[in-house]
Nanobody, 120 residues
Framework: VQLQASGGGLVQPGGSLTLSCAASGSIISIGIMRWYRQAPGRQRELVATVTGDGRTNYLDSVKGRFTISRDNAKNTVYLQMNSLEPEDTAVYYC???????????????WGQGTLVTVSS
């Protein structure tokens, strides 16, 4: 089981990017999915969450600019980022609670990071 993040890159201030995170492997179900980010010299912070039934929550500084969504049929979560600012520059990580056949519990998994650089 793994989470594969993609979509990072270099974008100018005010621009947009969409990150994707696909879960693969032997998965029975997926619970809460999350995006975190870590800027150079700073602690990792929770950016957005989405529950299985689509309820969302956001870091205050990204409210109104970022949208998290999920496609349960594709086991994929997205982070649409608009009006990007230099302060959004960070490595973005996806994270999720997955149910696999070998346990009755949800297990937390991390994807590899994808770098987002906002610069002119």
């Amino acid at each position: 089981v793994q989470l594969q993040a993609s979509g990072g890159g270099l974008v100018q201030p005010g621009g947009s990017l969409t990150l994707s995170c696909a879960a693969s492997g032997s998965i029975i179900s997926i619970g809460i999915m999350r995006w975190y980010r870590q800027a150079p010299g700073r602690q990792r912070e929770l950016v957005a969450t989405v529950t299985g039934d689509g309820r969302t929550n956001y870091l205050d500084s990204v409210k109104g600019r970022f949208t998290i969504s999920r496609d349960n049929a594709k086991n994929t979560v997205y982070l649409q980022m608009n009006s990007l600012e230099p302060e959004d520059t960070a490595v973005y990580y996806c994270n999720g609670d997955l149910k696999t056949p070998d346990t009755i519990y949800l297990t937390n998994y991390w994807g590899q990071g994808t770098l987002v650089t906002v610069s002119s």
